[in-house]
């Protein structure tokens, strides 16, 4: 059983930081992509970053300049650096990493979601 389990979310004051993490476990292969979504109330799940297992990056317009995203392979992490924070970040973040079973099979894993919350 893979499972994704995201920390560091929090209460923020703008222009604050916050960096989270997340740690997928559990008996694979490999992590191929892995990413960062994001979800605010009344509003649909949104990418915000994602990265390759090669290292290549992509990052949402709103948050480039301001957010980083970065892997460990070894710790089969992935962290989200959140910079320079706006009221409009706050959202519940979500996990999510395309893994490979030992059968080479590829599914779509989701984290339980961590809640960030900036105030002005």
């Known amino acids: 059983q893979v499972q994704l389990v995201e920390s560091g979310g929090g209460l923020v004051q703008a222009g604050g930081s916050l960096r989270l993490s997340c740690v997928a476990s559990?008996?694979?292969?490999?992590?191929?992509?892995m990413g960062w979504y994001r979800q605010a109330p009344g509003k649909q799940r949104e990418l915000v970053a994602a990265?390759?297992?090669?290292?290549?990056?992509n990052y949402a317009d709103s948050v480039k300049d301001r957010f980083t995203i970065s892997r460990d392979n070894a710790k089969n992490t992935v962290y989200l650096q959140m910079s320079s924070l706006k009221p409009e970040d706050t959202a519940v973040y979500y996990c999510?990493?395309?893994?490979?079973?030992?059968?080479?099979?590829?599914?779509?894993?989701w984290g339980q979601g961590t809640q960030v919350t900036v105030s002005s």
């Open positions: 559990g008996r694979f292969f490999s992590i191929n992509s």
């Open positions: 990265i390759t297992s090669g290292g290549s990056t």
């Open positions: 999510n990493a395309h893994i490979s079973a030992i059968t080479f099979a590829q599914t779509n894993y």
